[in-house]
Each structure stands twice: as C-alpha cells, then as structure tokens.
C-alpha cells in the first residue's frame, strides 16, 4: 500500500522569507501524480500544485514550486516569499496513475507565517 | 474546475441521530469521493461513489454506518448514522481523477460535532 509521510508537523516562516515542506511516498507503481493540498481555517481543501511521476521538471505555480526527486520518493514543496494569506495546513498527497484511483494523504504540515 | 457545493456546512447533532450530507456539482463527473477529516486529523476516504453502482467503501467503513447515494451524475449524499461524538469530523465531497491527469477537487466540507 502507498504511504505518505509528512514529518513536520508544523513550522514557521517569517513574512517575504522562503520555506520548504517536506513529503516523501512509498510506492511501487511508476506511474503515479503527487499533490499539495491547503486547508485554511475555513476548511476547504485547495489544490496548489501537481507533480506528473514521468515529468522530470519539477512543477511551478507562481511562487509555489516543488523539488521532485523520483529515485528518493521525495516531494517537498517551496514557497517564496511568504504571505500572511500561505498560512495553513498544507497536505501531501499521492495518487497511482489508474483512473479514478483515490488520494492518499500525509499528516500535514501546519504552517505560521509571521509579520 | 467543479464548482462543489456541500450542505449543510455545519450542523451540532444529538447521539443516536442520523444527519445526511449533500454534495452538488455543478457538471457531470463520473466519480465522486466522501472523505472524514477527524479533529487535527489528516483525510481518510470513506467510499467512492459511481453513478448507477453501489458506493465502493474503504477499510474500516461500512455502509450501515454511513449509506452513500448517488442518483445521477451531479449528485451524492452522504448520511453519518446513529451518531456518536466519535463522529464529530469534518466530511468533505470531492471529484475529479476520472482522467489520470485531472486532480481532485473539494467542496467546502461539512463541520459535524455531536453532543
């Protein structure tokens, strides 16, 4: 079965500053799609960026960008310059490339920015 | 992407009640998703709803607990059953992932608390 680990349960950032969260999967498949999901304090599930398994440039979206490493099965993503409004839980997520195959999540990683 | 309206948003249940979740979807989508987000929790699915076919439901969930319909291609329900305060979640809809390159997206989440 496919696991996902976030092992930050939490960190901080100050305002316009960098900060990486980390994610790694355990899978057999290759083929495969890799997510960040925000959950602000209201509570809705927001798609940040996705990560194909085959593509080997990492995603970006804005000041959102990831650091795919396939052989490590590591997934971190980086936000810059940091806006009060980034703070959330932020959730790794991983699919298999089936069709309509489910989510599997990490714990989250709840992130604090500071002014 | 979907727009994904769940009903109702919040709602504070006695113990042994029974409350149904709405989920509308504002296009037609092949699968929808029913996950329960405990208290600091990450997400856990609890089933996949197909049109026309009964709801396929994950380790730990059975469908006395929580019966899923799915009537047509726009529309689920989820109902949580003889409620206990363990079932005191947060229940998200989401669809998307018919197409293995399409993500998931999520309504905005049901706040269940129960008494």
């Known amino acids: 079965a496919q696991t996902v680990t976030q092992s930050q349960p939490e960190m901080s950032v100050q305002e316009a500053e960098t900060v990486t969260l980390s994610c790694t999967y355990d899978?057999?498949?290759?083929?495969?799609?890799l997510f960040w999901y925000k959950q602000p304090p209201s509570r809705q599930m927001i798609l940040v960026i996705r990560q194909e398994a085959y593509k080997q440039q990492n995603a970006t979206e804005n000041r959102f960008s990831v650091n795919f490493q396939k052989a490590a099965k590591s997934f971190s993503l980086k936000i810059s310059d940091s806006q009060l409004g980034d703070a959330a839980m932020y959730f790794c997520?991983?699919?298999?490339?089936?069709?309509?195959?489910?989510?599997?999540f990490g714990e989250g990683t709840q992130l604090t920015v500071n002014p | 992407s979907a727009v994904i309206s769940q009903k109702p948003s919040r709602d504070i249940c006695q113990r042994g009640t029974s409350l149904t979740i709405q989920c509308q979807v504002d296009s037609q989508v092949t699968m929808m998703f029913w996950y329960r987000q405990q208290p600091g929790q990450s997400l856990t699915l609890i089933a996949t709803?197909?049109?026309?076919?009964?709801?396929?439901?994950e380790s730990g969930f059975v469908i006395d607990k929580f019966p899923i319909s799915r009537p047509n291609l726009t529309f689920s329900t989820l109902t949580v059953s003889n409620m206990s305060p363990e079932d005191s979640s947060i229940y998200l809809c989401s669809v998307g992932g018919g197409e293995t390159n399409q993500p998931q997206h999520f309504g905005d989440g049901t706040r269940l608390s129960i008494l």
């Open positions: 899978t057999s498949e290759s083929d495969y799609y």
């Open positions: 997520a991983y699919r298999t490339g089936t069709s309509g195959s489910r989510l599997t």
């Open positions: 709803a197909n049109q026309g076919s009964e709801a396929t439901y």
